[in-house]
């Protein structure tokens, strides 16, 4: 009767294919609480801290963030495309008003990233950030026997570390001003809910993301900071193209299957918590 069991290839498309439809059906529900940057209480200019803001996804939001208003600094490690991608907001703002900062930063370790969020505040004319978005992250597919301590210690601080350090030093910010209604987005990914070949040196950190995530939701209601988790799947963007460089082939084929979204068409996902259209 082994005949009959499934193939492992197989198994592992299906399964991917029914985390995304749970993920799709799921979405309105994650979100409960909408992200709104025009609220009927907020007096000034919101200001709006978006880590991995030079590039993909992050780079998306910002604009988008801008088009909508916003104060907004970005956080990512290359100065060059940082600078081009200040310039590239601002050419979005509604007015002159509006202040776009830039900070090049690792925000791997505690102490970098305690730096950068500071150094945000005190640019930002000493606003406190209203809404953290933290879109900084990193993927190199790959066999687990092939990957060296380097590969696998980088995966987690790529995925892990690097969204979770911020979202602690902005809650302590947050209660240090006494500020109300802080939102932290974590930006994860459909591998938090599933996984499969290509990914061992990935899946862990988002695993542990989404685990963070869902327990700062019930803690975070001690403070009145509202916490949300994002699950995309793939995502056309440079970081995109720089996995593919190291994805073993049956990674490929088992995502076959799957579209790559545009950073933009993911930034209407996150903010709005609606699925775009099924492209065929």
Known sequence: MLSALPHPL???????????????????????????FHGKH???IQHCYVTGGSSGLGLALSEYLAKHGAHVTIVARDTKKL???????????????????????????????????????AKQDGQVPDNVFLCAGHA??????EADEKDLRSGLDGTYWVSAWTAQIATKAWIAAGKKGGRIVFVASLLALTSFVGYAGYTPGKHA????????????????IHVHLYLPAG??????????????????KIEEGDTPMTPED?????ITGKSPPIRS
């Not at 197989?10 to 709104?36: E, G, H, N, P, Y």
């Not at 991608?85 to 002159?96: D, F, H, N, P, T």
Request: aromatic share 10%.
């Open 235 to 252: 995502i056309l963007s440079p970081n995109y193209e720089v996995e593919n460089r190291t994805k073993p082939a049956i990674t490929s």
């Open 209 to 224: 993301l989404k685990g963070l995530a869902d327990t700062l939701r019930s803690e975070y209601l001690l403070y009145d």
């Open 10 to 36: 197989a198994s592992a498309t299906f399964t991917a294919a029914a985390a995304a439809l749970f993920v799709w059906a799921s979405m309105s529900w994650i979100w409960r609480k909408k992200l709104d």
């Open 140 to 145: 190199k597919p790959g066999f687990f026997v």
């Open 266 to 270: 993911c930034v209407k996902c996150l």
């Open 83 to 121: 600078v081009e991608a200040q310039a590239r907001i601002k050419s979005y703002c509604l007015s002159e008003s509006q202040r776009i900062v830039a900070i090049s930063a690792d925000l791997t370790s505690q102490a970098t990233s305690h730096e950068a969020y500071h150094d945000a505040i």
């Open 42 to 44: 907020r007096a000034s």
